[in-house]
């Protein structure tokens, strides 16, 4: 949750306004003493709907002991032309984005994203519980700009032979303002191949949440995810830190 913020701005829809989730992955690449660089990612669809060439990332700042919410400015593109990654086939985007160094967000550097072989070893199966963070209808859990965590099962197959793992579903309910934020599980403790794996942190990005899921033009209570692979074949379509 601390990884995890809103963004936003105006829409390409002119007159309106728009809004999803992201969050911060790796350690700081740093820059000078004030500021550090670090990864971002989200739904590629986040940024593609917001028109212009900024956006509005809600950070939060380590101020006299408090943690405050501060919205800046973050160019997305330059003269119309993206600076973020766009995974040619699949919904995830990923850019560098340059912060304060009193920044008060954890950055995901733990084993962090899973690959369909932790998938495998893990028996993920549906019924799995994972967990789904991010700012349903662009609402926040307080002042500080905290996002909101729900709880859901696997719904889908994960492993069909013969074939790729592209998406998957997970029963959690989602709105705008949910799409780009992840997914994660924490099975430490799980049995692997009839062995007890206490003390080993299965902890692991699963995915990000793409869109809601509807059968016709009813809404199923299901989030669409795509798999956390596709966020590491995205982040090496970006310079290298620094650049």
Partial sequence: MDATIQIGGPSINLGKETCGSGFFIGGPSKQTSETSQYTFVTAAHVLERIGGDNARFAIRLKRDGQVVRTVITVPIRKSGIRLYAKHPNADISVMRVTLPNNNAHAMVNWPALATDDVFAKLGIHPGDEMFAVGYPLCRMANPQGYPMLRRGVVGTPIHVPGAVLTSFQLDVPTFEGNSGGPVYFDYSGRVIEGVAGIGLAHRYIAGVVSQRMYGSDTPLLM????????????????PPSGQ
């Fill in 223 to 238: 989030a669409e995810v795509v798999p956390a692979k596709f966020i590491e074949e995205a982040v090496k379509l970006l």
